[in-house]
């Protein structure tokens, strides 16, 4: 990848699209971002707007452009897709989802792209080990938001709690971004103190936890029954996983990683810490799980294979 010049290609200009898009120019990541949506109209006016940003931020060659942009790009990010409606689940949208997504992937290669995809179009798990399949690429080069958002939902609500700074909470979420995953609150610490048992000093019970995990894991719904679509947190996410491979960083974050026997799993991507650097994943942290939680990990990654293989079934 070069340092001097980075290259985006955003695949799908919706409310989480746009939102990234602003979020890159406020952080002065990329010096060229190409916007692509079927709604060409709105690609070429967002651009002329976004482009404004630049003479407060960083200068940024920001244009709407079409897949085979892409034959340069360092990376591909795909927010595209039908939006998860009231009362839907992110895996309501999955054979929806796969046929848009099967149209997009294909040309990309086409165009000689060879960088990394950076995935986050719902199911996002799901339909990051379909970018991986169809793409012919190495896994370590097809990364999907995952839990990300629900890692960053957990620590803001654990900082309201504690009276913290959600940036030194130490606790992610796992497994399905979706109705399966869950908070690894046994293994979750603040400045290497355990968290239950911080929590059990400020007087919070573990039924209080799991009402806590429970709002976390249902606070999309609450966002879109509101106000129809949840966007900063996912693009924020997006824009952070971005500035880790852009700086070769190393960072361990929570993605969509693919698992080769981490948590005794593999050929499925899933929510768990990963490391982030200018290759892409370049490695699992796999956390070492309680028995329960380690049985939530496989009930989540069971249901995610299950849709995975019924939905590419379906596309045949």
């Known amino acids: 990848m070069s340092k001097g010049h980075q290259k985006v290609v955003l695949v799908g200009d919706g409310a989480v699209g746009s939102a990234y898009a602003f979020a890159l120019m406020q952080q002065g990541l990329a010096e060229e971002l190409v916007v692509v949506d079927v709604i060409k109209e709105r690609t070429i006016g967002d651009t002329l707007d976004l482009e404004d940003a630049q003479a407060f931020t960083a200068p940024k060659s920001v244009y709407s452009g079409e897949y085979s942009d892409a034959k340069d790009a360092d990376l591909v990010v795909i927010t595209a897709g039908a939006p998860q409606k009231p009362g839907e689940t992110r895996l309501d949208l999955v054979d929806k989802n796969l046929k848009i997504l099967s149209s997009i992937v294909k040309p990309i290669v086409d165009s000689g792209f060879n960088g990394i ?29 995952g839990t990300s958002l629900d890692t960053s939902r957990l620590r803001v609500a654990m900082g309201k709690k504690l009276n913290l700074d959600p940036r030194s909470i130490d606790a992610y979420v796992l497994g399905e971004h979706g109705d399966t995953e869950f908070a690894a609150f046994d293994e979750a610490t603040i400045g290497s103190k355990p968290l239950r048992q911080v929590a059990e000093e400020h007087g919070i019970t573990s039924s209080d936890l799991d009402e806590l995990e429970d709002q976390v894991m249902h606070k999309a719904y609450e966002i879109i029954n509101r106000k129809g679509a949840t966007f900063y ?15 070769d960083e190393n960072a361990i974050l929570p993605v969509g990683a693919s ?7 593999d050929d499925i991507f899933i929510g768990t810490p990963g490391i982030i650097n200018a ?26 294979k299950k849709v995975t293989q019924d939905g590419l079934a379906a596309l045949k």
């Open 259 to 265: 698992l080769d026997g981490e948590y005794g799993l």
């Open 233 to 247: 947190g996912v693009a924020t996410s997006l824009a952070r996983i971005t500035k880790a491979i852009f700086h």
């Open 279 to 304: 290759s892409g994943l370049a490695g699992v942290i796999e956390v070492p799980l309680s028995e329960r939680e380690q049985a939530k990990m496989k009930a989540s990654a069971d249901t995610l």
């Open 117 to 145: 995809f950076l995935v986050a179009a719902n199911p996002v798990d799901i339909l990051t080990y379909a970018t991986w399949k169809f793409s012919g690429f190495p896994k370590s080069r097809v990364i999907g938001s």
